[in-house]
């Protein structure tokens, strides 16, 4: 389910490119691996996954746009616009690659905002304003929070009943604000029993993003990384503080 999905997004960033006939062009795309303080700075805490060394941002830069993914393989790469977008997604580092392509071109074509990640107070900024928008237009769902987000877990779990899942094996069993981080296996029981799904936009590159697009019940995704995609997609993102 979640290959299709990425596929389809792939094969529309290839529509869109051809239509702006820039898929022929004689353009480098370069990714290059963030360090933790260009990619967000200071926030507060120290449990972010950027900072313990788990995650890195990849960042694109196409004609002085600039776009972003979280990936746990990172590296450089340089190519046209043709080769990513015929490029075989089959592992982390080639779909943040495209993730983060697909985020620079489209942030240069005027089609996406926002694909920038926040730096120092960002987090701690946007999470309540997170809360506030779930409780305004859900009231008070039961949360199903994927991907370890310490500031969002401060901020929801004041509003909100929820359930944390991670894939970090360091934070399964670990408790954040009364709330213990279940891993994967756990992952269908939660959908199950949740209302609301709130996703990590690096579903995307680890390849997992279809599990959380159900018929059933909304999702919404934050963070840059899903930006581009989620516009192609029409799939709901919140993500305040990015630029």
């Known amino acids: ?35 933790t303080e260009e990619a967000i700075g200071n926030p507060e805490g120290d ?15 196409f004609r002085g746009a600039k776009g ?29 690659i495209f993730v983060s392509a697909l ?6 074509l005027g089609k996406t905002e926002r694909t920038i990640h926040c ?11 997170f809360a506030d928008f779930i409780e305004e237009n859900y009231g008070k769902p039961k949360i199903g929070l994927v991907g370890f987000q310490p500031a ?16 970090d094996p360091d934070n ?19 959908l199950d029993d949740v209302n609301l799904l709130v996703v990590t936009g690096s579903t995307i590159v680890n390849d997992t993003i279809g599990n959380f697009i159900l018929e059933d019940k909304p999702t919404i995704f934050f963070g840059t990384t899903v930006a581009a995609a989620a516009d192609i997609m029409g799939w709901k993102r919140f993500c305040h503080q990015s630029s």
């Open 68 to 96: 972003q993914a979280f990936t746990d393989r990172f590296g450089n790469f340089s190519s046209s616009l043709r080769e990513i977008a015929e490029m075989d997604l089959t592992n982390n580092f080639r779909r943040a």
């Open 119 to 129: 730096k120092n107070d960002g987090p701690a900024l946007c999470a309540p304003k």
């Open 152 to 167: 969002m877990i401060k901020a929801f779990s004041t509003k909100f009943d929820m359930r944390i899942v991670d894939l």
């Open 1 to 35: 389910m979640s290959k299709s999905i990425l596929n389809e997004v792939q094969t529309k960033a290839y529509e869109i490119w051809n239509s702006e006939g820039i898929l022929d062009e004689n353009i480098e795309v370069k990714a290059r691996t963030l360090t």
């Open 47 to 61: 449990d972010f996954p950027l900072q313990r060394g788990k995650e890195k941002l990849m960042e694109a830069d």
């Open 103 to 108: 985020n620079a071109v489209q942030c240069s």
């Open 172 to 190: 399964i069993g670990a408790e954040k604000c009364g709330i213990i981080v279940e891993g994967p296996e756990q992952t269908h029981e939660v």
